[in-house]
């Protein structure tokens, strides 16, 4: 058993945390298998996006509590390269994968659970949400990209008092720092929120929004003129495409004002 299920609605690939009764605890098992799925998904032209949440009330409460006291426990060398590599290797995969990831974040996200989540590209919380960077309380520092992750999100100061004071983030203020996009209401409606956001990336072109998403993600490690230089090439790429003779065909022919939609 891997502590993950998947299953498709039209190009939306649902990858999803399946350990209700261990309220879907992250196992190295469990890591390694969202990596392996996450680039499953990016190989198959069908899907065009994914949406990454937890069966039932909760996303996560975050590493296994078991596999933890495994690696403390263990006289394996390896053991804790073994647990960092596989919680590394799946949020890497969320950062960089060529498809839009959405979130779906219900109930508890704590830990490790928490940065899966901050990896996504948007998050759709629940108004229930519990959002805790609970590492300091365990004691142990932040792990699985937190320092990275946070301070990117919400700035320095908030990120640190995210991750010193180890606070619980309900959905209103996770929404108001920028944690999450949106809250939906219940888990229900938050999955079928989630869901419908990643089923409208879906019409979009395949490649511009992957290099959109990489272009973004680029830019956030990079000086104004790296940026900028990364850019150029991705535009170049995408000017050459389809797509954009056809989007620029639109709109010299189309005679219609824009939308309020197409104006925000």
Not at 10 to 20: E, K, M, N, S, T
Not at 182 to 196: F, H, I, L, P, Y
Not at 220 to 245: F, I, K, M, P, R
Request: with cysteine; glycine share 6%.
């Amino acid at each position: 058993m891997t502590g993950l299920s998947s299953r498709d609605e039209g190009r939306v690939r649902i990858l999803a945390f399946d350990r209700p009764e261990k309220m879907n605890a992250i196992s190295i098992a469990t890591a390694q298998a969202l990596t392996r799925e996450l680039k499953a998904a990016a190989s198959d032209r069908r899907i065009g996006a994914v949406v990454l949440t937890g069966v039932g009330a909760n996303f996560s409460a975050g590493g296994d509590v078991q596999s933890i006291l495994d690696t403390i426990d263990s006289t394996d060398r390896f053991a804790e390269a073994d647990l960092m590599t596989a919680f590394h290797d799946a949020l890497t995969e969320i950062w960089t994968s060529r498809l839009p990831i959405v979130a779906a974040v219900s109930g508890i996200a704590y830990g490790a659970a928490f940065n899966l989540a901050m990896a996504c590209d948007l998050v759709i919380c629940s108004d229930d949400v519990k959002f805790c960077q609970v590492f300091v309380r365990r004691g142990v520092i932040p792990d699985a990209g937190a320092a990275y992750l946070l301070q990117r999100t919400v700035g320095a100061h908030r990120a640190k008092e995210l991750l010193l004071r180890a606070p619980v983030i309900g959905a209103q203020r996770a929404v108001d720092i920028g944690l999450a996009n949106e809250s939906a209401g219940d888990a229900e409606a938050t999955m079928t929120r989630a869901v419908q956001v990643a089923a409208e990336m879906t019409e979009y072109d395949d490649f511009v929004i992957a290099m959109t998403k990489k272009a973004t993600n680029i830019a956030s490690d990079q000086t104004l003129h790296g940026a900028l230089a990364h850019e150029s090439a991705l535009q170049s790429a995408t000017l050459l495409g389809n797509d954009a003779a056809a989007g620029f065909a639109r709109f010299r022919s189309d005679k219609q004002p824009l939308t309020h939609q197409e104006t925000t």
